[in-house]
């Protein structure tokens, strides 16, 4: 089955810089690839993603890029603010398992004021 | 309001003690999840759904149990906990995969203690 790992674990980055995660996925067939926002005591939100027929994909401040020959994929966080605090996680899905999505392990990301 | 709800957002219980937690989504979502979230392992599925009626083991079945007699309902029992089914579960829906819809809805989680 599909494995996803997620890098780095944790990362703090002072305001107004940028910060990367970075996923590697395992299977060639996955195509569907949403980044997920997990806030203090909530449910995990989609806030982005990017599906194996586009190699990059922008929204505002957070941007995804998608390597299909190397199977890894990043999230680009610019001008972090304080609110950007919280988990990430990526995950890989294909049509073919239906909804399924396969996790990476999360990003704790702590923006300093 | 377009939600998913869970509850109870927390449980404390103690082996062998049969529980279950309930989700709800108001969204007419054909496709239904669970997940548990564990430090460093991400969210692993437990259990899924397609529709009702129509349900299907996902990476971490064991020791869980599922139904899906309604569309908006989509309970988890525990027949018999275990110490190691303590962690924070979240219920998720959305509709079937067609036409690029793949966001996935997430309730607010249920944090479990079994003792």
């Known amino acids: 089955g599909e494995n996803v790992e997620q890098h780095p674990s944790t990362l703090s980055v002072q305001e107004g810089d940028s910060a990367v995660i970075k996923c590697t996925y395992s299977d060639s067939a996955s195509n569907y690839f949403p980044w997920y926002k997990q806030e203090l005591g909530k449910g995990p939100q989609l806030i982005i993603d990017?599906?194996?027929?586009?190699g990059e994909k922008k929204d505002q401040r957070i941007a995804v890029t998608l390597n299909k020959t190397a199977k890894h994929f990043s999230l680009h966080i610019t001008e972090t603010q304080p609110e950007d605090s919280a988990v990430y996680f990526c995950a890989a899905s294909q049509r073919a398992a239906g909804n399924k999505l396969t996790f990476g392990g999360g990003t704790r990301v702590l923006v300093k004021p | 309001e377009a939600q998913v709800t869970q509850n109870p957002r927390y449980l404390i219980t103690v082996t062998g003690k049969k529980l279950t937690v309930t989700c709800s989504q108001n969204m007419n979502h054909e496709y239904m999840s669970w997940y548990r979230q564990d430090p460093g392992l991400g969210l692993r599925q437990i259990y899924y759904s397609m529709n009702v009626e129509v349900t299907d083991k996902g990476d971490v079945p064991e020791g869980y149990k599922v139904s899906r007699k309604e569309k908006r309902n989509f309970p988890l029992i525990l027949e018999s906990p275990s110490p190691n089914q303590t962690s924070l579960y979240f219920c998720?829906?959305?509709?079937?995969?067609?036409?690029?819809?793949?966001?996935?809805?997430f309730g607010p989680g249920t944090r479990l203690t079994v003792l």
């Open positions: 998720a829906s959305s509709p079937l995969p067609t036409a690029g819809r793949n966001e996935q809805f």
């Open positions: 990017i599906r194996s027929n586009v």
